[in-house]
T-cell receptor, first 111, second 115 residues
Framework: QKEVEQNSGPLSVPEGAIASLNCTYS??????FFWYRQYSGKSPELIMS????GDKEDGRFTAQLNKASQYVSLLIRDSQPSDSATYLC???????????FGSGTRLSIRP | SAVISQKPSRDICQRGTSLTIQCQVD?????MFWYRQQPGQSLTLIAT?????????ESGFVIDKFPISRPNLTFSTLTVSNMSPEDSSIYLC????????????FGPGTRLTVL
């Protein structure tokens, strides 16, 4: 059973600080990695995708990928109360055209 | 990305009945997916719907319970049949716009309550 593991949280971070979210995956053949944000009562929204080792930056968000260690992380700089949400890590399954989702990390930004 | 709509947005149904959920995309896509998200849980893939072929179901989901149609490249339906309270969940469709990136975009979801 291929798995994607995340700390469920809640992760509480003060406003303006850096929030760090981590994810590990079991499928060594996975090639595509995603972070989705889900507000309560809403559907998941794609915020970052990453396909190669290293860092990828988009505004306040940085995704980091280390395939050798099988982990993906998401950094949110200058955290805002509007960043409070559940963040889902998602990884493609190497043997099929589908994505496996982690259970999500609940992030709370305190003023 | 893509603009995805789902109907209905929510419904309350009696046990033993069936509900069909529609998913419409504003552009042609090859891959469409149906997920279930139970309260406080992550997303579970029900099936992959490809145009022109039968849907591919994940372990634990069967066609008799969740029949899927995919008549063209912009539309799909998921039916939840013979419902029980355990089927109360959010049902989400997603689409893969560009096959080479595996990226999926989600519709707004259908919140189903079965009494």
């Amino acid at each position: 059973q291929k798995e994607v593991e995340q700390n469920s949280g809640p992760l509480s971070v003060p406003e303006g600080a850096i929030a760090s979210l981590n994810c590990t995956y079991s499928d060594r053949g996975s090639q595509s990695f995603f972070w989705y944000r889900q507000y309560s009562g809403k559907s998941p929204e794609l915020i970052m995708s990453i396909y190669s080792n290293g860092d990828k930056e988009d505004g306040r968000f940085t995704a980091q990928l280390n395939k050798a260690s099988q982990y993906v992380s998401l950094l949110i700089r200058d955290s805002q109360p509007s960043d409070s949400a559940t963040y889902l890590c998602a990884v493609t399954e190497s043997s099929a055209s589908k994505i496996i989702f982690g259970s999500g990390t609940r992030l709370s930004i305190r003023p | 990305s893509a603009v995805i709509s789902q109907k209905p947005s929510r419904d309350i149904c009696q046990r033993g009945t069936s509900l069909t959920i529609q998913c419409q995309v504003d552009s042609q896509v090859t891959m469409m997916f149906w997920y279930r998200q139970q309260p406080g849980q992550s997303l579970t893939l029900i099936a992959t719907a490809n145009q022109g072929s039968e849907a591919t179901y994940e372990s634990g989901f069967v066609i008799d319970k969740f029949p899927i149609s995919r008549p063209n490249l912009t539309f799909s339906t998921l039916t939840v049949s013979n419902m029980s309270p355990e089927d109360s969940s959010i049902y989400l469709c997603s689409v893969e716009v560009t096959a080479s990136t595996d990226t999926q975009y989600f519709g707004p979801g259908t919140r189903l309550t079965v009494l």
